[in-house]
């Protein structure tokens, strides 16, 4: 047997004056998308703001649905978006922030697996990771530099790719 260890390293920001002025634009431009998001039913209203590398900047918010498997996270709305727009270009960065209506969010949020499992598809298509800035709605700021720091063990398997 042999133990697999995996390291995470995300790097926290206690002041927003610490961020480079990329990363509090883009901030900004998610605290922004929160507005725009429709959460009747969570009440949990999460902003997304996307990167391209070629200076583009795309917006998401989730989306509910009384059947809540039919629902969107803002990750996925914001970079399925940019996907169609922008179909050749990479997405260098994604800024996550959120707004609960019954109390105060003091911690950053992390995407769920399978917003996870999307943007990785992003990155592998690209071969190149993706900076991910989250901020609750106040608070510190934790930037990871790739989708691999949450899952480091994520789905991807060449053999998929039909090789003949």
């Not at 996307?50 to 970079?79: D, F, M, T």
């Not at 911690?107 to 592998?124: F, H, V």
């Not at 608070?139 to 063990?153: H, K, N, Q, S, W």
Request: proline share 4%; charged share 25%; glycine share 6%.
């Amino acid at each position: 047997m042999e133990e697999i260890i995996k390291t995470v390293v995300v790097k926290k920001f206690t002041e927003l004056s610490e961020l480079g002025e990329t990363d509090m634009a883009l901030l900004k431009h998610a605290k922004e998308a929160v507005h725009t998001s429709y959460a009747p039913y969570s009440k949990f209203h999460v902003g997304c703001a996307v990167l391209l590398e070629n200076g583009k900047i795309i917006l998401g918010s989730n989306q509910e649905n009384i059947a809540y498997p039919s629902g969107l996270c803002a990750e996925r709305v914001a970079i399925f978006h940019a996907g169609v727009q922008y179909p050749d270009v990479a997405v260098t960065a994604m800024a996550i922030t959120v707004k609960a209506e019954d109390y105060v969010v003091k911690e950053p949020i992390t995407s769920c697996g399978a917003c996870l499992q999307s943007m990785s598809e992003y990155e592998m298509k690209f071969k190149k990771p993706m900076r991910l800035i989250m901020q609750g709605e106040v608070g510190d700021v934790y930037i990871a530099e790739g989708i691999r720091t949450f899952l480091p063990f994520l789905f991807y398997v060449d053999e998929l790719k039909n090789k003949k």
